[in-house]
Nanobody, 121 residues
């Protein structure tokens, strides 16, 4: 079993930055960040393989967001720069114990409770 706890959300003006953290317990093969805006589906933001560090970024955040991990601290990060109002959403940390690190939410078995990010114009 994997337990995930997110932190670091908040409100910021457009162009600002936030850093999300996800503290984990239990083995993870792959983990990442998803987000869900009101009335929309849950979409992948960025994922990373625990072992190789290979990453995936959604096109909408590439060049602005950076995913990283500290395996010694069992912590996942998402550095978000140049934030836009359309980045406003609930952000979730997710993990899986095996398989491909996909951008499909349904392939991730473990989820945190989420942290809200609000970007005002």
């Amino acid at each position: 079993r994997v337990q995930l706890v997110e932190s670091g959300g908040g409100s910021v003006q457009a162009g600002g930055s936030l850093r999300l953290s996800c503290a984990a317990s239990g083995y993870r093969y792959c983990w990442g960040w998803f987000r869900q805006a009101p009335g929309k589906g849950r979409e992948a933001v960025a994922t990373i393989y625990t072992g190789s560090g290979s990453t995936y970024y959604a096109a909408s955040v590439k060049g602005r967001f950076t995913i990283s991990q500290d395996n010694a601290k069992n912590t996942l990060y998402l550095q978000m720069d140049s934030l836009k109002p359309e980045d406003t959403a609930m952000y979730y940390c997710a993990a899986q114990r095996a398989g491909l690190c996909t951008a499909v939410a349904g392939t991730f078995a473990y989820w945190g409770q989420g942290t809200q990010v609000t970007v005002s114009s």
